[in-house]
């Protein structure tokens, strides 16, 4: 058993970022107005969003940041000062008076730009403009920026000349002094997750998500990360979700997120097992979860999915993604297994996936979930349902059915109080508040 001052010692070496701009710690949520709005943004559609987020109590469930995307600025630059031009016909008000707006209501403001001359939507983009940009950002109040890739000028196609490129930005928002989250929107290409927790806080993964269960689009030719080649956009769910699970490993409370897009639930394309599914995927794999959907007309079904604490806390917890154990073909798709090692060493969550055509029954192994800790195969849990709240105590195995597009996911609390009392699990347990002590410490250092 290692003695826990050894441990005091080695922690902080252990749980240091390697980039740590205070913030970023656990994955960020909010809402990004790109999926249900793309360019048709305006004052009042962030407001009204800002004020919905504040009536519906979101901000209790952890939805922190409100993101303005692409489309809010002028074609051209100011030809004098070179800065960003607002859309005065969009913002009469400007940027200042809406992220005080925002403030206000008690939520933090992001705004969107891209490494590259122009935005996707061929607006001025920051390549050459960071730290006017920066600035510009910082003045205005901004607590988060997403950052695109569009129009790099072929600034990309290896991990050198991408991460000089991003590392820009990050450097001159730092200069700032201002607190500003930093979310790349790279796409997974040059290996993003090998750079980005050098630089930022999250990094995209993929193209852009398509509200669409598993849909095939050629506008997103890959299915995996084997064809290296575009990323793409409309891609759907279970694309992505394909694609994130590998990453899984690049990413973690001490190396930041991979970010797998915008949360589509709620905008129409997906049943509600399925927009079940995505929400408890990109939870268990912590992915940021940032809101896609019209806020103000949101559905009581969509509410419930999106404000399922049990979920949320797992996407929250001080630990790292889930693990996939096993994939089965099953007909018109696959049946996953994965395991999420929580922050309590004696929690652990367990998701079944179904992204086939039919209703699935299987026999569940401790043999397979407890695959990586041995230690705890043998052991007795008592495993709750998070979506229906239902309980069953489990020892070794047990029997189970997934509908067609549907998640099962458990949360397994042990029950066994030898193992419980057992010194490696204090360890492991010690291991884990240094790592959040040295993380806090940092924080108010920062
Ligand atoms: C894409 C990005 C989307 C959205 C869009 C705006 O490149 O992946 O999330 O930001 O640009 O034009």
Known sequence: ?????????????????????????????GWNSWNKYGCNINESVIISAAETMNQLGLLQY???????????????????????????????????YLSDRVHQLGFKFGMYSSAGKFTCGRYPG???????????????????????????????GNEKISSDRYLKMSQALNATGRTIFYSLCQWGEDNVWNWGTTLSNSWRVTGDIYDSFNRYDDRCPCESFDCAGIQGNSCSMVNIFEKAIPLAQKSGPFEGWNDLDSLEVGNGGMTTNEYKAHFTLWAILKSPLVLGNDLPRMSQTDFAIITNKDIIAINQDFSSPAVRVWKRAVKGGHLSLLVNKLADPYVFTVTLFNSGDRKERLEVKFSDIF??????????????????????????????????????????????????????????????????????????IS
């Open 371 to 444: 695959f990586d800790h041995p230690g705890f195969q043998e052991s007795s849990f008592t495993a709750r349902d998070l979506w229906t709240n239902e309980t069953m105590d489990v020892k070794q195995r047990f029997f189970t059915a997934v509908n067609k597009h549907s998640v099962k996911v458990w949360n397994f609390v042990l029950t066994d109080t030898v193992a419980a009392n057992s010194g490696w699990g204090a360890n492991l347990r010690s291991i884990w508040h240094l790592c959040v002590d040295t993380i806090l410490v940092s924080k108010q």
């Open 126 to 156: 920051s390549l050459g403009y960071e730290e006017l940009d920066a600035q510009t950002f910082a003045d205005w109040g901004v607590d988060y920026l997403k950052y695109d890739n569009c129009f790099n000028e072929g600034m990309s």
């Open 1 to 29: 058993m290692i003695p826990i001052p050894l441990l005091a010692l080695v922690a902080p070496a252990l749980c240091l970022k390697a980039f740590d701009n205070g913030v970023g710690h656990t994955p960020q949520m």
């Open 62 to 96: 952890g939805y922190e940041y409100i993101v303005m995307d692409d489309c809010y600025q002028l074609k051209e630059r100011d030809s004098e000062t070179g800065k960003i031009v607002v859309d005065p016909q969009r913002f009469p008000n400007g940027i200042k």
